[in-house]
């Protein structure tokens, strides 16, 4: 076999969501783009706040030293002193900016942190439904995903995590707002779990670290702040991207930032700005690292996504859903009728709707949707999800 057995295995194993990607390609060739109601994909389409493009306009036009060049690995200083100083404000921790670097959104991020925490066979840890490609970019480290399956409510089953923390736990990974679940952990579990992961990592011997994933921190609806997991446990890593805050994920920015207090926190900090080069990007784009630094706090307003989420749910609602209203992220997650999600989601591409098995997420028995569609696509799909839903009255 010519191809590596690592992607040979991967591929082998195919990507749910990559599937539906080319079934979606081919039912809108079939009939037509705006007939087909695809909730797969967390591809904001909420344009970019204007101060976006008018970031750009500026920088392009300024006279800049070596504006498109090399940096260094680590990324812009007035970009990485920006970060400092927006964690520090706002996570309530003393980040300085040699413990940041620049990445190429978030996924990029969480590789850099198992990079440096995760040996060959080595265990993380996370909390069950999970973002899909967690277990892809861990593989590329040869580490493993556990996950422990969340409560009814989706928060955190400390117990459950607790029982599964031995000697070759690396580390554990919270992201909250969470995809799929919407759910957001309350500041006594991310205590409590802080507590947890430092009784482990005397009783193993080995520091476990807390891998804090946070693309969505500014999608929220109805909190003032969202507890921040990194704000809780010295030993933390924190990822983040403006990908959906400024609704760019296809300019690839984001960073990783160590907490000043983690074990090791200048080797960890040195060791993610080297693996940048080992995995093969440099440095971060540039105009990007330019461009957030002068955008500070703007974000997408949420307002869009908060109509479409009211919207859906509330036909879901009528049609005898079962699901938990969303409180951040553009996801809902409601319970397959009938209990098979495969099943479920291949009912409703009959009524060509697309939508994601809970499977992919580790929560057989669920199934995503993403509500990065219109409003009027949303209106137009209800009448599919209630006829689809009508057809596993077992559960009704
Ligand atoms: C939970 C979560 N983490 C990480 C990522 C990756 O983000 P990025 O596109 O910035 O790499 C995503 C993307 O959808 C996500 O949903």
């Not at 265990?123 to 439904?129: G, Q, T």
């Not at 736990?169 to 779990?193: D, K, M, T, W």
């Not at 804090?212 to 003032?224: A, K």
């Not at 990194?230 to 403006?242: A, E, G, M, N, R």
């Amino acid at each position: 076999m010519a191809v590596a057995s690592q992607v040979a295995a991967m591929l082998a194993g195919g990507s749910v969501i990559r599937k539906l990607f080319t079934e979606g390609e081919e039912m809108r060739k079939l009939h037509g783009r705006d007939r087909v109601y695809d909730f797969t994909l967390g591809n904001p389409d909420v344009e970019p706040p204007p101060e976006f493009a008018a970031a750009l306009h500026a920088i392009l036009e300024e006279s800049i030293p070596n504006k498109h060049g090399y940096m260094a690995s680590a990324g812009l200083m007035e970009t990485r002193e920006f970060v400092a100083e927006s964690v520090t404000a706002s996570r309530g921790v003393p980040v300085t900016p040699d413990l940041v670097t620049m990445t190429v959104g978030a996924g990029s991020a969480l590789s850099l942190a198992f990079a440096v925490t995760v040996n060959p066979g080595d265990r993380v840890i996370a909390n069950a439904p999970a973002f899909v490609s967690y277990a892809n970019y861990l593989s590329v480290h040869r580490g493993v995903l556990d996950l422990v399956p969340g409560r009814e409510d989706f928060s955190l089953d400390l117990a459950g995590i607790e029982s599964r923390l031995g000697p070759d736990v690396a580390a554990i990974l919270v992201n909250s707002p969470n995809n799929p679940s919407g759910a957001i952990y309350s500041a006594e579990s991310l205590q409590a779990l802080a507590a947890i992961l430092e009784r482990a990592s005397v009783r193993t011997g080995r520091r476990i670290y807390l891998i804090s994933d946070e693309p969505y921190r500014e999608i929220v609806y109805d909190e003032l702040g969202v507890p921040s997991p990194f704000s809780f446990y010295d030993h933390s890593i924190l990822c983040y991207s403006w990908s959906k805050s400024l609704s760019i994920p296809g300019e690839r920015i984001g960073y990783s930032a160590i907490h000043p207090r983690a074990e090791d926190a200048g080797l960890l900090a040195r060791g993610m700005t080297a693996m940048t080069q080992n995995m093969g990007y440099t440095n971060a784009p540039a105009l990007m690292q330019r461009a957030v630094a002068r955008l500070g706090t703007v974000s997408v307003p949420v307002e869009a996504y908060r109509r479409r989420r009211d919207l859906l749910a509330a036909g879901l609602r009528e049609s005898g859903y079962d699901f938990i209203l969303p409180r951040g992220a553009f996801y809902l997650f409601p319970k397959a009728p009938g209990g098979d999600d495969v099943a479920f989601c291949t009912a409703l591409k009959d009524e060509r709707i697309l939508a994601v098995p809970g499977t992919g997420f580790g929560m057989p028995g669920w199934f995503r949707l993403s509500y990065c569609v219109g409003e009027n696509s949303i209106r137009d799909s209800l009448p599919g999800f209630s006829r689809a839903r009508a057809r596993f009255p077992a559960d009704a």
